[in-house]
C-alpha cells in the first residue's frame, strides 16, 4: 500500500513543525513548504533524516508546483503573531490571499483534500460569548489587525467557493490561542511574554487591568485535534481549541508560581482593537470527532517553561 502525501504550507513554524512531526509519526510522506519569514528550520531539524520528508523553500504566495500524487494539502502558512503581521502586513495579506489562493489551485490538481488553518480572529472582538461556528464576528477591517483578520476571512470565503463551485474536498479549521514548545520567545504572544519576562526576572507587563480573557489550548491537543479533522472533519468551519477560560491577570500569575520568578506585574494601556473575551463554543468538534483537550493550563505551561528554559 501507498504511502499518504501530505503538503504542508508553514511546515517549519510553531504549529506547522508539530504537525510535521505527527504525520510522519502516522505514516505519511510529507512536503514541508516555507519560506522562513517566521518560520525556523531548527523546529523541522529532526526530520531531514527521514527520507519520507522533504523541505521546500518557497513562498506560497507563489505558484506551487509538486511532481507526483498529494492527498492532502494543510495551509498553515502565516505569521501568525500579532508582533509578526504588524511587521510584515502585506505578506500576511498575501499569504491569505494569494497563498490559500495557489494552496486551492494545487488541491484541485492533485485532487487533494484541503486543510485551511484559519483563526478565533475572525470573530475579533466578539459580542457572542462563547464562539460558535455559527457567529459572524465583530472584526475592525481597516484597524491595525485587519491584516491578519481579514486574511483569514477571506481564506475561508475563498476556501467555501472552491468546494461549492470546484467540488474540493475543504476543511475549516478556527485555532483558538495554542500553546508550547517551539514557540519564539520574541513573538509578542501572551505566554511566550510571560515567561520570557519571568524567566529573566523583569516585570510582567498586563494590559489595562488584565480583565480580558482567553483560552489557551495546548499543542498536543490541538495537533491531534487537527490530525482527526484532516481524516473525518466538515466542509464548514470548526472551532477548536480550549473551552476553560482564564483572565490574562490570572495567567501572570500562574507563570509567577511556576517558574519561581521573583519578578512583579506591571500594568500598561490596552493594545487598540485588542479582543476582550475569547472562548470557543467546541459542540460541533466534540460531535464530529470525539475531541477535548487533555492537558490543563497548569500542566501545558509547566511543559512549555521547561522547554523555553532549555532553548531560550
Known amino acids: 500500500m501507498k504511502k499518504k502525501v ?3 504550507t508553514g511546515g517549519a513554524g510553531f504549529i ?3 504537525l510535521c512531526d505527527r504525520l510522519i509519526s502516522a505514516g505519511f510522506s ?16 529532526p526530520l531531514f533524516r527521514d527520507k519520507n520528508f522533504k523541505f521546500i523553500l518557497r513562498n506560497v504566495s507563489k505558484y506551487i508546483r509538486i511532481k507526483g500524487k498529494v492527498d492532502f494539502i494543510l495551509h498553515f502558512a502565516s505569521p501568525a503573531s500579532p508582533v509578526d503581521y504588524l511587521r510584515f502586513p502585506i505578506p500576511t495579506l498575501k499569504a491569505g490571499s494569494l497563498g490559500t489562493h495557489n494552496s486551492l489551485g494545487l488541491a484541485k490538481e492533485k485532487k487533494a483534500k484541503f486543510i485551511l488553518a484559519s483563526t478565533s480572529e475572525v470573530y475579533g472582538d466578539p459580542l457572542v460569548h462563547p464562539q460558535k461556528e455559527s457567529y459572524w464576528g465583530n472584526v475592525n477591517p481597516v484597524g491595525v489587525r485587519g491584516c491578519y483578520d481579514e486574511a483569514k476571512r477571506f481564506a475561508e470565503a475563498i476556501t467555501m467557493a472552491y468546494y461549492r463551485m470546484h ?17 519564539r520567545t520574541n513573538d509578542g504572544r501572551v505566554i511566550p511574554n510571560f ?3 519571568a524567566l529573566d526576572n523583569k516585570p510582567l507587563t498586563v494590559y489595562g487591568k488584565g480583565r480580558q480573557t482567553r483560552s489557551f489550548c495546548y499543542i498536543t491537543d490541538l495537533i491531534e485535534g487537527i490530525y482527526k479533522l484532516m481524516l473525518k472533519g466538515q466542509n464548514m468551519p470548526i472551532n477548536l481549541g480550549n473551552p476553560s477560560e482564564v483572565t490574562t491577570l490570572e495567567l501572570a500569575k500562574l507563570v509567577l508560581v511556576l517558574t519561581g520568578a521573583r519578578g512583579r506585574i506591571v500594568f500598561k494601556p490596552l493594545p487598540k482593537d485588542d479582543p476582550r473575551q475569547r472562548r470557543p463554543d467546541i459542540r460541533l468538534v466534540r460531535r464530529l470527532i470525539n475531541w477535548k483537550p487533555k492537558v490543563d493550563l497548569k500542566a501545558g505551561l509547566s511543559e512549555t517553561i521547561a522547554w523555553f528554559r532549555a532553548n531560550a
Do not use: W
Open 30 to 45: 510529507v512536503f514541508c513548504v516555507d519560506n522562513l519569514i517566521t518560520g525556523k528550520l531548527e523546529n523541522i531539524k
Open 195 to 197: 515567561i520570557s519576562q
Open 16 to 18: 506547522g513543525s508539530h
Open 6 to 8: 501530505a503538503l504542508i
Open 167 to 183: 467540488k474540493i474536498n475543504t476543511v475549516i479549521i478556527r485555532i483558538f490561542n495554542t500553546y508550547g514548545p517551539r514557540m
